[in-house]
């Protein structure tokens, strides 16, 4: 195809979109839809890169970048975000600090992609004592290192802890100011590429029955003037998960050139995370539905991390709600399941 064809055909799209984005927005579908994201490697990377989520949602998208659960919880509070994939922890605290928020799905479980890297000759997690260990503030990455520490025995008075964006935790690795950090990638990975090595992921905590997991997250206001475009979000998602599946190495060269990192990196962090279909969330396993979701074990989990979250004085005990099941809604996951 001429450069001129190219071009002729790129401008034909674009009065397209512009058009269909002016209908759009003459049925009350809102300028553009802001979505969250830490920057990172992950599926839904795949609709950024096609514009997946412009065309069914019929306006402008604006991806806003955060560092970690603590950001997205103060964007959701100035109204600056309308959806988020972000942590269970940081979301169990945004409610219970009674954000107007509500989980709407829970598209990715961590497994392997959340990891506790230390220096060589650390052994395990119980080595930490008497070291500095860091992780971002308000993070599953926060939750997953407490909780091992407990199960390991160690004595957590006898870790120094430093809570710090993932940028400045591979900075203070590289200046030696750490011995372990619990993190996502591609931090770990740079972390292992200067020394470090794996003595504990999120994924060894299942032996322990806790499930740790990254959720979509919506503005309550946002949601209740645009349900339909909330279960197409969904549908979006589930579609990229889909995509993943089917073609794993060319959605990890694809992300890999788009965000300019290692494809390796790319894989390890995908690989790293277990995804439920939107099916599977509906049922009590994970989210469950209507009828289900106040005995699920997603709903059990995120009351866990509250109590987790009070133990350590990052929420008051008074401000857990005596379930979360009221704070996930799982209409539109039914509507996206459903195809609607």
């Known amino acids: 195809m001429s450069g001129f064809r190219v071009g002729k055909w790129l401008a034909l799209a674009a ?8 209908q759009a927005q003459a049925q009350g579908v ?3 839809v802001r979505l969250a994201w830490a920057g990172g490697p992950r599926v839904w990377v795949l609709g950024q890169i096609d514009g997946a989520f412009e065309q069914a949602f019929g306006t402008r998208v604006k991806w806003v970048q955060f560092a970690s659960g603590a950001d997205v919880l103060s964007l959701f509070a100035a109204k600056e975000i309308d959806i ?9 605290a945004g409610i219970a600090r009674k954000l107007p928020i509500e989980v709407i799905g829970v598209p990715e479980i961590i497994a392997t992609s959340e990891r506790l890297i230390a220096r060589d000759g650390i052994q395990g997690v119980r080595g930490l004592e008497g070291r500095t260990v ?5 993070s599953t990455a926060q939750y997953a290192f407490e909780v091992a520490v407990k ?15 993932p940028a400045e935790i591979v900075a203070a690795w590289k200046r030696g100011d750490i011995d372990a ?39 309550k206001e946002f949601a209740d003037r645009h349900p339909e475009l909330v279960a197409r979000f969904l549908r979006v998602a589930q579609d990229k998960v ?17 965000l300019d990192i290692p494809a ?16 599977e969330q509906l049922t009590p396993a994970f989210i469950g539905d209507a009828q289900t979701k106040g005995q699920s074990l997603i709903t059990q989990a995120y009351k866990d991390s509250a109590e987790f979250l009070a133990s350590i004085g990052e929420v008051r005990p008074r401000e857990i709600p005596a379930s979360y099941g009221p704070f996930i809604n799982t209409t539109y996951l039914q509507r996206a399941a459903a195809g609607r």
Not at 84 to 92: Q, T
Not at 151 to 165: E, M, P, T, V, Y
Not at 242 to 258: F, L, M, R, S, T
């Open 15 to 22: 009065a397209g979109f512009a058009a269909v984005v002016g």
């Open 30 to 32: 809102p300028p553009e």
């Open 84 to 92: 988020a994939r972000f942590g269970s922890s940081p979301a169990a």
């Open 134 to 138: 860091a992780y971002p503030a308000n």
């Open 151 to 165: 199960h390991s025995g160690a004595d957590r008075r006898k870790i120094k802890a430093l809570a710090l964006k």
């Open 181 to 219: 950090a619990y993190v996502w990638g591609p931090f770990t990975q740079q972390m292992e590429a200067s020394g470090g090595k794996e003595i504990f992921a999120t994924k060894d905590l299942q032996k322990h029955k806790v499930l740790v997991f990254n959720n979509f997250v919506v503005r």
């Open 242 to 258: 889909d995509q993943y599946k089917k073609d794993p190495e060319g959605a990890v060269q694809a992300i890999a050139k788009h």
């Open 264 to 279: 390796d990196t790319v894989r390890s962090t995908l690989g790293g995370l277990e995804y439920p279909s939107l099916q």
